[in-house]
C-alpha cells in the first residue's frame, strides 16, 4: 500500500494505475497525462484535448477554442487583425496594454498587472495562497502546503514521492532534500512572462517534431524553428531539422510532439530558462511581436 496517493476516496498504487478526475484505470506504457477521466499519451497521434474531452482521428493543425470546438485557425478568425490587437476567446484586446490578461480564453481586468498568472483559464491574483499544477492540456489549482510540489498536475508530499517529468515514484523511504536534482526549465503560459524577458532577449520559436531520453538527457527535434528579438522585429529562420538538449530530463516539463513553443534561453549560455506551449494561438509568431510592438 503506498501512503499519500488517493484518487477519491481510494489510495491506489501510482506504478500500475492512473487518475484522472477520480477516477482510476489500470496504466499503460506512455499514457501518463489526463483528459478529463480520459488518460493518454503525449505520443498518440491524432488525439487533442479540448475542454477536458479527447478527440481521436483529429488532423494536425487543428485547435481546441475556449467553448470546446475543434477549429483550424487557418480558415477561422474572430476578429480582423489591427495594430497590436489579438484575441481571446471571441474578444479581442490589446496584450502591449498591461490593463488585461487573457487566460486560456478568458479575458480579465488587472488590478496589479505584474503580479498576476495564470492558471488554466483562472486568473491567479497577487498573494494567493493555491499553487497551480500544469500538465499539457491541464492546470489545476491545490491550496499551498509546506512540503509539496508540482509533478506535472499532481500536487504530491515531496518526502513520499519523487517526481520525474511529470510521473511520480513512491520513495522507498522518506525523503527530505533534493540536492541531486538540477533545476530545469519551467513551462509558463505566454501571458506570464515578463515583458523584458520576452521581447529583448534572443527567443526560439518552433514546434516539437521528436523527443527522446538517453541517461536522463532529454534530447528534443525541432521543425520550423525561428530565432527572433521582438522588440527589434528581426526573426529569421533556423536549419531544420533543429536539436535542443535538456540537461535533466526528470527536472524539465513534458513536451508534446506536434506542438509549438517558445523557448527562452539564459543570455551568456544556451541554457533553457523559460519554454511556453503556444499551441493555442493562431499565430504564435503574430502573437509575440503583437505584444512587443508598444
Known amino acids: 500500500l ?42 498518440d497521434r491524432g488525439v487533442l484535448c479540448c475542454n477536458q474531452t479527447l478527440h481521436r482521428g483529429v488532423e494536425d493543425g487543428h485547435r481546441c477554442s475556449p467553448g470546446g470546438h475543434l477549429y483550424l485557425p487557418s480558415r477561422e478568425m474572430v476578429h480582423s487583425r489591427r495594430g497590436n490587437m489579438s484575441c481571446c476567446g471571441g474578444k479581442a484586446y490589446d496584450p502591449s496594454g498591461g490593463k488585461v490578461k487573457c487566460c486560456a480564453g478568458t479575458l480579465y481586468n488587472l488590478q496589479v498587472s505584474e503580479e498576476s498568472h495564470c492558471c488554466g483559464s483562472v486568473l491567479m491574483e497577487a498573494g494567493s495562497t493555491q499553487t497551480c499544477c500544469s500538465a499539457p492540456g491541464l492546470d489545476l489549482l491545490y491550496p499551498t502546503q509546506p512540503g509539496f510540489t508540482c509533478c506535472g498536475h499532481r500536487y504530491p508530499n515531496s518526502s513520499l514521492w519523487s517526481c520525474c517529468a511529470g510521473v511520480l ?58 530565432s527572433m528579438q521582438a522588440s527589434r522585429g528581426h526573426v529569421s529562420a533556423l536549419p531544420s531539422p533543429l536539436y535542443l538538449t535538456l540537461p535533466d530530463h526528470c527536472s524539465s516539463p513534458e513536451l508534446v510532439p506536434g506542438n509549438t513553443y517558445f523557448w527562452m534561453t539564459i543570455n551568456i549560455s544556451d541554457t533553457i530558462r523559460f519554454i511556453s506551449d503556444l499551441s493555442d494561438h493562431s499565430s504564435p509568431l503574430h502573437s509575440i511581436l503583437s505584444w512587443c510592438s508598444k
Open 169 to 226: 515514484h513512491p520513495r522507498p523511504e522518506p525523503h527530505t532534500t533534493s540536492k541531486n536534482m538540477i533545476p530545469g526549465p519551467r513551462l509558463l503560459p505566454l501571458e506570464d512572462l515578463k515583458t523584458e524577458d520576452l521581447c529583448h532577449t534572443r527567443v526560439l520559436l518552433g514546434t516539437v517534431e521528436s523527443v527522446s531520453v538517453k541517461m536522463n538527457e532529454r534530447s528534443i527535434v525541432m521543425v520550423n524553428t525561428m
Open 2 to 43: 503506498h501512503d499519500g496517493a488517493s484518487c477519491g476516496p481510494q489510495v491506489y498504487n501510482p506504478d500500475i494505475k492512473i487518475c484522472c478526475a477520480g477516477q482510476l484505470s489500470n496504466r499503460a506504457l506512455g499514457k501518463n497525462l489526463c483528459c478529463g477521466k480520459t488518460p493518454y499519451g503525449v505520443v
